[in-house]
């Protein structure tokens, strides 16, 4: 028998399909969702892994058998599950388990307007319901009559939404590789491009959750390999490369050169800024320097959170904010019922180098300040006592600033360090960034020096 706490994740459902998740959890998932978020209706999708059908479907019925109406809308990228539940107003479901690999599936679930459920936010009672239900030995009798299930394809809408909201058809054209892994970018991306001045070369655009190229994950520099040599080979402007349910977007410059998530929304913040003057822009502790700066610069207010999701959208609500990114490629829009959507940050990159005659690296230049180590990686036996033996070895020191907003931040005059354990594994997590390289591997080599000796 699964093990609830195994899958049941901080924001989703995430397993092995069948040892872990399969059709008859699934159908109790679907029953507990309808009956915690009290939904008339709901909206379900799923990405294109193999297990993908059968597990929304039996949610699907799960759902409908509490009384919920259920509108299918098959197969979509996770943002695209997103624009549903925000234009229906209705609670949604996402199968998919991301970058994982195909024998994983899992469960992205919100509240109407695409909010999010999260372990505080009806996902512990979700998981309750669920292990009261399958220990009993199924769903209880209801007097509530049944709901339909109807079907309902939602991808040219959501097109032309994300469309209407960057305006790209005066700019010039464009040569756009883009590297879908195989996953729902290959679906989503050919509709939002369509008719637009793009030259669209397309790579791996085939749906296969088997993912038979390489892993739908583009934050590990091995997988946009392909995209980078392709990008250099056809001379293209650009390169795009979507994960798994094409909910982050990374990019590549005409040199093939990664373009960090940081200067992105940077750059996003920017034109936001000057459709929205004076608003506020949320950044997660490790974006770069520059986010803020250039926040500042452009007449907003940078607001400073943890790292994931939740927090985001937490504080996007609090305050308002037009726009907020993360260092892993998720963009978060206020246009967009404050969800997170690859896609809508890839059009405004595209209208922004279109609606200019230089090359993406010349315009990102301006928002790509300092050097940085990338995301460094160490197993550790005690995650605290490392983290630890790290502050005190920082915190005598005149001139650090030290905070545990989420982890341990200790910022100098020219060079900071996040340093964050893993929820998942035993791992602490170190990113640097400083004003020069040197500074970067200075301070690198010398926290690694205390976290693995």
Known sequence: MTDLSQI????????????????????????AFATVTEAEAIVVGHDMRPSSPGLSRAFAR????????????????????????????????????????????????????????????????????????????????????????????????????????????????????????NGMGGHT??????????????????????????????LDPKNIVDLQAKVRETGADIGLAFDGDADRCFVVDERGEPVSPSAITALVAARELAKHPGSVVIHNLITSWSVPEVVKEHGGTPVRTRVGHSFIKQEMARTGAVFGGEHSAHYYFRDFWNADTGMLAALHVLAALGGQDGTLSALVAEYDRYAASGEINSTVDDQAARAAAVKEAFAS???????????????????????????????????????????????????LAIIRG
């Open 8 to 31: 049941v994740k901080a924001y989703d459902v995430r397993g092995v399909v069948p040892d872990q998740l399969n059709e008859s959890l699934a159908e109790l998932f679907g029953a």
């Open 62 to 181: 799960g759902a409908a058998s509490r009384g919920a109406q259920v509108t299918e809308i098959g197969l979509c990228s996770t943002d695209e599950l997103y624009f549903a539940s925000g234009k229906f107003d209705q609670p949604g479901a996402m199968f998919t388990a991301s970058h994982n690999p195909a024998q994983y599936n899992g469960i992205k679930m919100c509240r109407k307007g695409a909010s999010p459920v999260g372990q505080d936010t009806g996902l512990a009672d979700i998981r309750a319901l669920v292990e009261q239900w399958r220990d009993a030995g199924g769903l209880p009798e209801t007097s509530a009559a049944p709901g339909e299930i109807v079907q309902r394809d939602v991808l040219a809408d959501y097109a032309a939404y994300l469309r209407n909201l960057v305006d790209l058809s005066s700019i010039r054209p464009l040569k756009v590789v883009v590297d879908a892994g």
């Open 189 to 218: 991306v050919p509709t939002v491009f369509d008719g637009l001045p793009i030259d669209l070369v397309p790579m791996y655009f085939e749906l296969d959750g088997t993912f038979p190229n390489h892993e739908a994950n583009p």
């Open 397 to 447: 020191r005149d001139d650090v600033q030290i905070d545990e907003l989420d982890g341990l931040t200790v910022t100098s005059t020219d060079w900071w360090f996040n340093l964050r354990p893993s929820n998942t594994e035993p791992l602490l997590r170190l990113n640097v960034e400083a004003r020069d390289a040197d500074t970067v591997a200075r301070i690198r080599d010398e926290v």
